[in-house]
């Protein structure tokens, strides 16, 4: 057992292991570089699909690029749009559904999440979110837009009805502003 407390994408990637299973569907509302949409392919098994959306034509190339090369492309369905249009392009249904805020790694600073279409897009997710289905969402509060996105999430998942769990774990003591999650669960 670690005695590492990890972090919030590790505390993301443990609700999201316990509410997928083969044939379930999730998406990735922001892809980057694909890891995490590569990693839900391999949760949701060969009857699984997910679909991955992003603003940035780069990431979708990287992350469709990374599925090709695991041979999961064909669980997937790829958008190169903003993650607020999701439940115009996905189905509900979602036994998890994954953020990951901040800018594409890699790549200019200058394109981040921004808080009006993540707030449309995580009021969308809940929407779409199967019973006993999880949102994660990793916030960076770190850096300006970040901190606007952090405190617009707190008061949107504070004001979610009781009819869903709703979690946020941070370290209460660590200095930079590092990641928190927040976690949505629909109950069953």
């Not at 995490?36 to 991955?52: N, P, Q, S, W, Y």
């Not at 940035?56 to 041979?71: I, P």
């Not at 790694?105 to 009006?116: F, K, L, N, S």
């Not at 009781?162 to 928190?180: A, C, F, I, W």
Request: aromatic share 6%.
């Amino acid at each position: 057992m670690s005695s590492d407390f990890g972090s919030a994408r590790r505390w993301a990637e443990r609700f999201i292991l316990d509410a997928l299973h083969e044939g379930s569907m999730a998406i990735d509302a922001t892809l980057g570089n694909g890891h995490d949409a590569e990693r839900l392919c391999a949760l949701v098994g060969k009857t699984g699909h997910v679909f991955g959306f992003d603003v940035q034509k780069e990431a979708v190339e990287r992350t469709r690029q990374r599925l090709a090369d695991r041979g999961l492309l064909s669980r997937a369905t790829l958008f190169c749009a903003g993650h607020e249009r999701m439940a115009e392009l996905a189905p509900p249904g979602a036994d998890a559904i994954v953020f990951n805020l901040g800018w594409l790694p890699g790549a200019q600073h200058a394109v981040t999440t921004r808080v009006e279409t993540t707030l449309a897009a995580v009021s969308q997710a809940v929407e779409l979110l199967a019973p006993g289905g999880v949102l994660t969402i990793c916030v960076y509060p770190g850096h300006e837009e970040g901190a606007r996105e952090r405190e617009a999430l707190l008061a949107w998942a504070a004001a979610l009805p009781g009819t869903l769990d709703v979690l946020h774990q941070r370290y209460m003591n660590q200095k930079n502003s590092p990641p928190e999650l927040l976690a949505v669960r629909r109950r069953p």
